[in-house]
């Protein structure tokens, strides 16, 4: 069974920071290609940052210098450290697993929120 489970969200103050974890099971973490997305409420899903299986990185624009993706495959988890948050991070991010080698699965957590207060 796989499971993408995350944490970190939170209430913060403009200006603060929070670090996201998720972490997964039942997939082979280290073929996969992992993204945060982020929901604001009443909008889509957007992706905001993805950490390849091979370590590249990239981030959507209103993230760049200020949110780092990265992963530790010994532990099977993908990290968002947001500093400087504003009140437009507020929402729903989501971590998702897109398998890069073989056959093209694709997972999603459930999601863990995080407020931005101004």
């Known amino acids: 069974q796989v499971q993408l489970v995350e944490s970190g969200g939170g209430l913060v103050q403009a200006g603060g920071s929070l670090r996201l974890s998720c972490v997964s099971s039942?997939?082979?973490?280290?073929?996969?290609?992992m993204y945060w997305f982020h929901q604001a409420p009443g909008k889509q899903r957007e992706q905001v940052a993805v950490?390849?299986?091979?370590?590249?990185?990239a981030y959507v624009d209103s993230v760049k210098g200020r949110f780092t993706i990265s992963r530790d495959n010994t532990k099977n988890t993908v990290y968002l450290q947001m500093n400087n948050l504003k009140p437009e991070d507020t929402g729903v991010y989501y971590c998702?697993?897109?398998?890069?080698?073989?056959?093209?699965?694709?997972?999603w957590g459930k999601g863990t929120l995080v407020t931005v207060s101004s």
């Open positions: 039942g997939i082979i973490f280290g073929l996969n290609d």
């Open positions: 998702h697993a897109r398998q890069a080698v073989g056959p093209p699965t694709e997972y």
């Open positions: 950490v390849s299986r091979i370590f590249t990185t």
